[in-house]
């Protein structure tokens, strides 16, 4: 893992330069990405809940707008813990750690889905 970044003065046009710009464009890009696949992980339930009833689950209407409220809810709630432990274990950190754990819902979706059997409350968890 890169070390911390020490010094950050981007006002410096020499700095900007040599090291700065280098380092921002290299966490745009990335933060990007994950940005990206973290929405797609949150849109994805959306999705899939319309097409529930066509490949065999019986939930009620209102199961369905809860499976699709639910990401938004719990991405907004985990968002204040994650305010919180930025300055504690670094940006970087965090980033990777949130991006890695977003394969849960991924996977567990995956799996899910696969049998009309499996009950509503493993979509909720």
Do not use: C
């Not at 090291?19 to 797609?40: C, E, Q, R, V």
């Not at 809860?66 to 670094?90: D, K, N, S, V």
Request: aromatic share 14%; hydrophobic share 55%.
């Amino acid at each position: 893992m890169a070390a911390m970044i020490e010094n950050w003065n981007v006002e410096n046009p020499q700095f900007w330069e040599s090291t700065g710009k280098k380092i921002a464009w290299k966490t745009l890009t990335i933060t990007t990405l994950t940005l990206i696949f973290s929405f797609a992980t949150w849109f994805m339930m959306s999705v899939i809940v319309v097409k529930l009833p066509g490949i065999g689950f019986k939930f009620t209407t209102s199961q369905l707008f809860w499976l699709a409220a639910m990401p938004g809810l719990a991405g907004g709630t985990l968002r204040i813990i994650h305010t919180f432990l930025l300055p504690i274990y670094g940006t970087r950190n965090i980033v990777t750690f949130a991006t890695i754990l977003k394969l849960i819902p991924v996977i567990g979706i995956g799996l899910a889905i696969m049998d009309p059997a499996t009950p509503f409350w493993v979509f909720m968890v």
